[in-house]
């Protein structure tokens, strides 16, 4: 007598049929019996994917074989990419744009926009979403302080006096209108004076102006002499 053997029935079904970048979809046959062979070279009845693309399989039982194909298509996910991790100065912000036509996002700050401001230390990520893919970046953000310079108030000195001016903050370095760029330096006559300080990139700047109060003039007179029994008058009255 003759066997006849049919081609063994099957159906090839997938998890998804698109995917995401970095996503994975299972594919699996359904058949009542048979050994399996992909296209892939994996003898399973079921074989995980990451990447778009045909994939079919074979299935033999008694001699008889039936093939099944499927095929995954690629999702574009959108892309960010929030720049290398930085720092700014204590009195700047720092915009942080993650803009993809289309897609939405979720900030670690909670904010739900394109862009956020960031005027804080700290690791700011987000994740941009679009058509069921997602992308995520994260940036650390560091803040540096100003190297603080306080010259003091307005202020007059005497016309044979001098007045040391102290711009000094550990690190910095120190621009002064005068030209000079030590910490701290002496004033003999009047006018602005102004300084600016600066340390990784962050600046501070304070202006003082010095007036000059004329030396007071006193004069006595020659000397003189004068008798036992008499008197002199001095006067040490200043004009104004």
Wanted: with cysteine.
């Amino acid at each position: 007598f003759m066997v006849i053997s049919n081609d063994p029935p099957l159906s090839l079904s997938a998890t998804s049929s698109e995917i995401c970048p970095g996503d994975t979809a299972t594919l699996t046959v359904t058949t009542t019996a048979g050994s399996f062979s992909w296209n892939t070279g994996a003898l399973t009845n079921s074989i995980e994917v990451t990447a778009a693309g045909d994939y079919w399989v074979t299935v033999t039982d008694q001699g008889c074989s039936g093939v099944d194909t499927l095929t995954i298509s690629a999702k574009p996910a959108p892309v960010v990419n929030l720049g290398a991790d930085t720092a700014i100065c204590a009195d700047q912000t720092l915009q942080l744009d993650a803009t993809y036509t289309g897609a939405t996002y979720s900030w670690s700050t909670g904010e739900t926009s394109p862009t956020v401001t960031v005027t804080t230390a700290g690791e700011y990520t987000v994740t941009s979403t679009l058509d069921g893919c997602t992308a995520r970046d994260t940036i650390d953000v560091g803040v540096n302080a100003l190297p603080v310079v306080n010259l003091g108030a307005d202020t007059a000195i005497c016309g044979n006096a001098t007045l040391e001016l102290d711009a000094t903050y550990t690190g910095a370095t120190h621009t002064w209108n005068t030209g000079a760029t030590s910490s701290t330096i002496t004033v003999t006559s009047g006018g602005t004076y102004s300084v600016v300080n600066s340390l990784n990139g962050c600046t501070a700047r304070d202006t003082i102006d010095i007036a000059i109060d004329p030396v007071p003039v006193l004069n006595l007179g020659a000397d003189i002499a004068i008798c036992a029994d008499g008197t002199t008058q001095l006067d040490g009255t200043l004009a104004g």
